[in-house]
């Protein structure tokens, strides 16, 4: 699997966008980014995943670099309750290999009042 | 619907006691794995299984064994507790290979 960078914390104001950036230079054609986020001590919990083409959904945007060799989470509008671990992740999609994923350190993010 | 539910959420072991954490999943998923996350650390893979009666071992799967014998139950045992398996245990599960990956609230054990 492809290995991924994240800065290890980054604090962004409550009400703006928060903007993750994750780099995955050795990352294959097959390889999906996922990025899953741990508030707390609680188990993690999916934000949003995509192979080739920008994604959105209710919570994030995803945007991923023309060449893939990185990716940024975009939060719209941060929240105090957004202050979490953020994990990214690039896995190739292999049901024989049960598709695992592998946790990294991650961005703390710290969303501030 | 529950989700997925972990059983004991907390345990104190003495060293060299035996336990098994269960986790239950109500969503008909096909895969469930089993993490540990010690402090300050990123989750670490230790069993998983790609469907009921299957097991594959992880990053670190040394002390611990797994059994899938219903497609909604991942069991994970420890067979003789050692104070470096004081750690969070985290089941997750999931539909399909490359569906939203289901955690449970996780299972805090201390080994003594």
């Known amino acids: 699997d492809a290995k991924t960078t994240q800065p290890p914390s980054m604090d962004c104001a409550e009400g703006r966008a928060a903007n993750l950036p994750c780099n995955h230079s050795t990352i294959s054609g097959n390889e999906y980014v996922y990025w899953y986020r741990q508030i707390h001590s ?4 999916y934000i949003i995943h995509g192979l080739k ?3 959105t959904n209710e ?3 995803l945007i991923i670099t023309e060449d893939r060799k990185s990716s940024t989470l975009i939060l719209p509008h941060a929240t105090l309750r957004d202050t979490a671990v953020y994990y990214c992740i690039v896995r190739v999609v292999y049901k024989a290999a049960g598709n695992k994923l592998t946790f990294g350190g991650g961005t703390r993010v710290l969303v501030k009042p | 619907n529950a989700g997925v539910t972990q059983t004991p959420k ?3 072991l003495k060293t060299g006691q ?3 954490l269960l986790c239950a999943q109500d ?3 096909e895969y469930m794995y089993w993490y540990r996350q010690d402090p300050g650390m990123g989750l670490r893979l ?3 299984s790609v469907g009921e009666g299957t097991t594959a071992k992880g990053e670190v799967p040394d002390g611990y064994n797994v059994s899938r014998l219903k497609k909604q139950n991942f069991l994970l045992g420890l067979e003789s507790a050692a104070p470096s398996q004081t750690s969070v245990y985290f089941c ?3 539909r399909s290979s490359d569906g939203e990956l289901f955690f449970g609230e996780g299972s805090r054990l201390t080994v003594l």
């Open chain 1, 42 to 45: 609680q188990g993690p919990q």
């Open chain 1, 53 to 55: 083409n920008n994604e």
């Open chain 1, 59 to 61: 919570m994030a945007s």
């Open chain 2, 10 to 12: 907390f345990r104190v």
């Open chain 2, 18 to 20: 035996s336990m098994t």
């Open chain 2, 27 to 29: 969503m008909n998923h």
């Open chain 2, 46 to 48: 230790i069993h998983y």
């Open chain 2, 92 to 94: 997750a599960s999931r």
